[in-house]
């Protein structure tokens, strides 16, 4: 508990209208998209780092957890206050403050929404290409923290490729920047990368410098329908044997096709086995000569149906059924178990058939879909949360869907972090003393364990 | 000094005709690419991950420095035994371990050459972008641990954006396994980017994992020759602007072009204030529009001349001089200060004016040449070792060049690191916080200070 003495010294530094402790405020920033809930001592919305740097000082003086907060759309519970404590929103802290158009540069507070930031770029010609699925609402600076990917990251990296530079609050206090503004830049250790994807427990970040690209001319959107998931995944091997490395090459397996069918019917045959969305992007003449490369190497595959977008809304038509996936699945159960696992690309057939069969062997609906063309997968186990022993049974799925994904070669994670719902199975992929290591960095960093504490380990 | 008892202790970890004592020997590991001489108590050549753990246990009980060293190509001091002790070389660790075709990995190990992984791996139609200067001689670990940069980075990024995956010795000893192989992965602390470009001072690498991409099918060069290095750069700008991102984007400046026309005479005229090498590579479709984009470009700034190579032999003409330049300034003094400092792309002109004018302030020949594409550039300071007043004159223009660059927004280097030439300027860049947090990590990682001690930091 933060006793009064202390609420009201956080009170003096951000003002009485950004601390927020009644019950009503505190229950709004006891949840994220895990939907778990643990009910914060007190919310704190301050207005500028010099504000944070001073709460951080009072939290080492008074030993009260902070949590950092974005817009809450994690998926692995990063910005829930599990030890209760202050949960620090950064939502005031919204502007862009740059777009270099020389340089290829941007800067940026870490509430800014990703979508917008997207948007600013895209009207004057430049391109962030990181696209996670909450972008719309999701803010830089928990893209940041949790290094978020997207569907683009086959072809442009994920949130880490294109963070060069940031001012970070230290768990002990204190305002830092690390890396550059410039595209190279090798003095000390990378304190950057090592604050992407830490999940707020080694800093608060206050600003991010990023990278930019000229936004591509042209853009070409394709949709193939498989018989069968493995000829589909074949299809995706030899789309990258012929040397293209498409902008999205998403995949549907005939669960998430069918369950799309019943929500939103753009007329997907029901039956088949896996849909391949697959776009290209780039200069235009190439984009043209790749995207007919693909046609063809799809009709070769012996793809039961090809769909081309000629443009912009037909691009958008032929998104719609893997964008209506994520709202779709609840048709099928209340609840939703999502991993994001990975595994290496020509594992992907095999992953999906070892996910269906933990499905089956554990009575629960499970579907999958993702990102066919970096090997990650997002695994849904549907349940209903009233139903325990459907939990239950997902809880053991989920961990042999671990187990399956580490065998393979794979990984717990590709863009949704650790946080507390994959702490339990760290061990699973990283050995004891790697883990070890990483807790000196944050021992080091964070000696009062001040910091979004719970995360990331299993304690 | 290592006592001869502990030097046995070694000798039965590797072998006697691995552990070399005599100062002969000492002598040939005392230098590196600064040619500044640290003569080593030891130098030891292991062959296994499980040998270099057993030294730096007993390094951790005895107490004695570990130098890691791959090839000895490093421009900043990385590998030399500023404090004696042992020098560690891993170029007995030099097998490619594996190259995954399918999921574009591949893994090595850190004795690799840097050009032997590239060749391999274009004979089957991948492709390993980073391309030091050194890469026929450099090795992959050295590569990694500086975080090597390249010609090619403007479009490809730099080494750290191709390793996905390290085994690594801590400084305690201890073998870890960190990140993926796999693109993507989420799992923990960044590790992998932590001891990429740490120089050797957090870990000895001993195993890599890196990802590939397809090997371009097609590239076009193009050289064009300016009378004025800002109009050369404002062609730089304008190329971006065009949406392309060249594979190399070099330039030369004038003392530059003189110099390499008194060495091989290729038949540049000695007055042009800059020339331009601009390869473009990707989609053959892709490639034609761009090379032509460029070349109107060109033309349109007012380039004297533009010579556009039909294939690889022509290409390696025009290569040609840009390659002549180190050996080539030889011929204006003995020997070089070259630092790598990096500006925002569009402060090139600025940059380079302000070098030129710091060497005739300080009665020094300056030349400058390097990556314009991403704002990375060798200055050359040219002085005789023999000459004292040069040296300190030169000494003088360094700190000079170094707070320029910082003062235009860039950073003191760009792809050779820190080591021990640069790290008395650490501060010019670097907040005291944030080198008091990168010395934390250092000492979580290793108390004894065992490791590479003496480097980076201005202790």
């Given amino acids: 508990m933060i006793s009064p003495t202390t609420l009201s010294k956080i009170e003096n530094i951000i003002g009485k209208k950004n601390l927020f402790t009644s019950q ?32 951080m000082q009072l939290a080492n003086q008074e030993k009260f957890p902070v949590t950092p907060r974005g ?43 990703t979508g917008d930031l997207q948007k600013e770029v895209e009207k004057i010609g430049l391109f962030y290409p990181p696209d996670p699925s909450s972008l719309k609402f999701s803010t830089m600076g928990g893209n940041v923290a949790e290094c978020a990917g997207g569907a683009r990251a086959v072809k442009y990296g994920v ?7 940031l001012e970070v609050i230290l768990p002990t206090s204190g305002i830092i920047s690390t890396g550059v503004r410039t595209r190279k830049g090798v003095v000390g250790y990378d304190l950057t990368k090592l604050f992407v994807g830490s999940e707020g427990t080694l800093g608060i970040i206050t600003r991010i ?65 896996a849909l391949l969305l697959i776009e290209v992007d780039g200069r235009k003449e190439a984009v043209e000569s790749e995207a007919d490369t693909i046609y063809q190497l799809c009709k070769k595959m012996g793809a ?22 994520s709202p779709a699945l609840f048709k099928l159960r209340p609840h939703k178990i999502s991993e994001d696992i990975v595994v290496p690309r020509n594992r992907i057939a095999e992953m999906v058939s070892q996910a269906k069969t933990i499905g089956t062997e554990n009575d629960l609906i499970v579907l999958c879909f993702g990102h066919a063309g970096d090997g990650n997968i997002h695994i849904n ?15 053991r799925a989920k961990e042999q869907i671990f187990r399956a994904a580490v065998e393979l070669g ?20 990283l050995n004891p003393l790697a883990v070890e290591t990483m807790k000196k960095i944050k021992a080091a960093l964070d000696p009062n364990n001040i910091l979004n504490p719970g995360k990331v380990f299993p304690y």
Same sequence: chains 1, 2.
């Fill in 304 to 325: 039961r149906n090809i769909q081309t977008a000629g443009d912009e809304s037909e691009a958008a038509l032929l998104w719609q059924a893997r964008r209506a996936v």
């Fill in 24 to 55: 009503e405020d505190r229950i709004c920033y006891a949840y994220d998209a895990t939907n778990l809930f643990y009910l914060p001592d007190a919310v704190a919305i301050p207005g500028t780092a010099e504000e944070i740097d001073a709460i």
């Fill in 410 to 429: 794979g990984t717990l994670s590709g863009e949704h972090g650790i946080g507390i719902t994959k702490s339990p199975f760290l061990g699973l992929e």
């Fill in 381 to 395: 186990i549907m349940i209903d949360r009233e139903d325990r022993a459907e939990v239950n049974r997902a809880q």
């Fill in 209 to 273: 410098i990023l990278k930019l690209l000229p936004l591509p001319e042209a853009r070409k959107t394709l949709l193939a329908i498989f018989d069968r998931l493995d000829t589909a995944m074949q299809t995706v091997s030899g789309i990258i044997s012929a040397r293209i490395i498409p902008a999205a090459l998403e995949f549907m397996d005939q669960t998430a096709i069918s369950c799309v069918e019943d929500y939103l019917p753009p007329g997907l045959p029901r039956e088949a086995g």
């Fill in 71 to 113: 817009a809450g759309t994690g998926m692995t519970g990063g910005a829930l206050a599990v030890n209760g404590g202050l949960v620090l929103v950064l939502t005031r802290l919204n502007r862009i403050l740059e777009i270099d158009t020389e340089n290829l540069i941007a800067v940026v507070e870490p509430g800014v929404i």
């Fill in 159 to 165: 949130t880490k490729d294109y963070i060069i530079g």
